[in-house]
């Protein structure tokens, strides 16, 4: 199980780049435009890069619901390997069927 502050940290990022994520869209989308001279996508550069680092998208990631541990997260599930198989193999994932062969 992942410790309570590590967990509490990856909920502030999420919190983070929900909020952030308007304005850094709204940055990109000028910066993608291709009549807008240099000296501006400088500028543009600049209010990106001042932005806080937490509230980028590549810092935010999955964690399974039960333990917090984020390897192996399946996004259907919300949850890790680990716990899939427990909960499967107990029936307590709907439309989850146990295969054998």
């Given at each position: 199980m992942?410790k309570?502050?590590?967990?509490n940290?990856e909920i502030?990022?999420?919190?983070l780049h929900q909020r952030?994520l308007a304005?850094r869209?709204?940055?990109?989308?000028?910066l993608?435009?291709?009549?807008?001279s240099l000296?501006?996508k400088?500028?543009?550069?600049?209010?990106?890069?001042?932005?806080?680092k937490n509230?980028?998208p590549?810092?935010?990631?999955?964690?399974?619901?039960?333990?917090g541990r984020?390897h192996s997260?399946?996004?259907?599930?919300?949850?890790?390997?680990?716990?899939i198989?427990?909960?499967?193999?107990?029936?307590?994932i709907?439309g989850?069927?146990?295969?054998s062969?």
């Amino acid at each position: 199980m992942a410790k309570k502050a590590i967990i509490n940290r990856e909920i502030k990022r999420n919190k983070l780049h929900q909020r952030y994520l308007a304005k850094r869209n709204d940055i990109k989308s000028k910066l993608s435009d291709p009549n807008i001279s240099l000296e501006d996508k400088w500028k543009l550069r600049l209010q990106l890069q001042k932005l806080p680092k937490n509230s980028s998208p590549s810092r935010v990631s999955k964690r399974c619901f039960l333990t917090g541990r984020v390897h192996s997260v399946y996004s259907r599930f919300g949850l890790s390997r680990i716990k899939i198989r427990e909960y499967g193999m107990k029936g307590e994932i709907p439309g989850l069927i146990k295969s054998s062969w």
